[in-house]
């Protein structure tokens, strides 16, 4: 049989090593929906780590001589019961070889947050997935030292994170550790609601995505931390705090106690298995 001429689905590993994909299929809430990460080619859209991590994917599979078809189920304020239940009956419905699964993060935000549970039910949707055949990438939360009103919770992420990485051993995943990005600490790296990545936070974490999936990256592009910034004096951050407080905390509150999410408008953007060009290599 020719070289080209490859089965269906047969994964062909190009010369760094890594292993080809070529159904692609994120399943997540706003972070993997890629919020505040704007995409200028189409009204109230965004890109996100998971649509470049897809260019990027789409790359290595061309250049081993086949392609990589990607959908991204993930919408903005969903709990962990729609990611591994409705958006993952789906995922497997478009019988994919790859699928990325980050949830529980809204989760843990609630005041009676069971961790144990969480993970259990994180890890019942792996064994599906694994079952199915799929390879399957995960994701720690950042490291919330320092932020305003996430640190208060830094012990929860803290073991989220842990439980995150004993699932992965256990079943053979791939892990995005983003709690070991010091670069993530950096306030310039979120938008200004504090929650979601700027564009450039996304690269980053395309990046270590790509990079856990054994693909080669330079590493100093993606984890250096930005340089310094002078100390901000003490009023100027209380200002600072209070203003976020007024714009981006009362309005998520306030959607609590109605019972609201801001995803509930919301539909998928990418529900379907669709080419995705190369990504350009960076020099």
């Keep these: 049989m020719p070289e080209n001429d490859l089965p269906e689905n047969e994964t062909h590993l190009p010369e760094s090593g890594g292993k080809v994909w070529h159904r692609y299929v994120a399943i997540g809430d706003s972070f993997t929906e890629g919020m505040s990460d704007a995409d200028p080619t189409r009204a109230n ?102 932020a305003p009103l996430l640190r208060h919770l830094r012990g929860r992420h803290a073991i989220h994170s842990a439980n995150i990485f004993s699932i992965a051993q256990q079943h053979g995943c791939y892990v995005i550790n983003q709690w070991g990005m010091d670069a993530l600490k950096d306030f310039r790296l979120w938008s200004e609601d504090r929650i979601h990545m700027t564009s450039e936070g996304h690269r980053r974490v395309a990046l270590n995505a790509l990079s856990a999936l054994g693909h080669p990256t330079d590493r100093a592009d993606w984890s250096t931390p930005l340089p310094p910034l002078p100390p901000v004096g003490r009023r100027e951050a209380t200002a600072a705090n209070a203003a976020w407080a007024r714009t981006h905390l009362a309005p998520w509150v306030q959607r609590r106690l109605r019972g609201e999410s801001s995803g509930d408008t919301v539909t998928a953007k990418r529900p379907e298995l669709i080419p995705v060009e190369p990504a350009a290599r960076r020099p």
């Design 45 to 146: 859209g965004y890109i996100g780590w998971a649509d470049r991590l897809a260019g990027h994917l789409a790359t290595v599979a061309h250049e081993a001589g086949g392609d990589l078809s990607y959908a991204n189920l993930a919408v903005r304020g969903r709990l962990l019961a729609d990611v591994i239940g409705p958006q993952l009956d789906a995922a497997l419905a478009l019988g994919p070889d790859l699928v990325s699964m980050v949830g529980g993060g809204n989760d843990i935000l609630r005041p009676k947050a069971d961790l144990d549970a969480i993970a259990a039910r994180l890890e019942a949707a792996v064994v599906r997935l694994r079952a199915a055949g799929a390879d399957v990438l995960v994701a720690t939360p950042t490291d919330p030292e320092g």
